[in-house]
T-cell receptor, first 117, second 120 residues
């Protein structure tokens, strides 16, 4: 079974531009979460999508947005890029949690390394 | 809000020896899950072990085991018979299960990480 894929793997953008990152979950997984990883702030939760609906949102400005399609693929968008947005963006997918104790493992993708200059 | 703290930015261990990584967390919830993830230089996050808060028995996965102290809000990871391939950044993570698992979702709160070096 193919793992979580993220495209592109590396990206260089200029301040003020916008960027769209893509995440394809493992087949059958309907929950997709996004995380930002930086040396200074560590791993921070951005948002989670489940069945095309945002289920959870982290403490990030409105410049960060996302969506999920009917095939569970997800995109995140960052508008008006700032230098501080340079980070590794990780996507994770999992099966939905339905029953107590049946917590399903989150599988992480390899990440997209975004550099803002 | 929940917080997770890893007070050891770096740790080192000799191959075949045992090492313990510390993690403390703060929460007002009674129902949650705790995890240890490993991130090697490839940056691929890999689940090492998980613990359900409602279970008193400590989780074990081969050479990896945890010491879960719910009252103390402590969750340490013990790696036995350390191998060179264990060298990585290790993250402790918290996941809420309240009010129910479907509502709380899959959000993870991570600690700062501990860089583990394994010396041959």
């Amino acid at each position: 079974k193919a793992g979580v894929t993220q495209t592109p793997r590396y990206l260089i953008k200029t301040r003020g531009q916008q960027v769209t990152l893509s995440c394809s979950p493992i087949s059958g997984h309907r929950s997709v979460s996004w995380y930002q990883q930086t040396p200074g702030q560590g791993l921070q939760f951005l948002f989670e999508y489940f069945s095309e609906t945002q289920r959870n949102k982290g403490n990030f400005p409105g410049r960060f947005s996302g969506r999920q399609f009917s095939n569970s693929r997800s995109e995140m968008n960052v508008s008006t890029l700032e230098l501080g947005d340079s980070a590794l963006y990780l996507c994770a997918s999992s099966l939905p949690t339905l029953d107590r104790g049946k917590i399903y493992e989150q599988y992480f993708g390899p990440g997209t390394r975004l550099t803002v200059t | 809000a929940q917080t997770v703290t890893q007070s050891q930015p770096e740790m080192s261990v000799q191959e075949a020896e045992t090492v313990t990584l510390s993690c403390t967390y703060d929460t007002s919830e009674s129902d949650y899950y705790l995890f240890w993830y490993k991130q090697p230089p490839s940056r691929q996050m890999i689940l090492v072990i998980r613990q359900e808060a409602y279970k008193q028995q400590n989780a074990t996965e081969n050479r990896f085991s945890v010491n879960f102290q719910k009252a103390a809000k402590s969750f340490s990871l013990k790696i036995s018979d350390s191998q060179l391939g264990d060298a990585a950044m290790y993250f402790c993570a918290y996941r809420s299960a309240e009010p129910d698992e479907e509502t709380s979702g899959s959000r993870l709160t991570f600690g700062e990480g501990t860089q583990l070096t394994v010396n041959p």
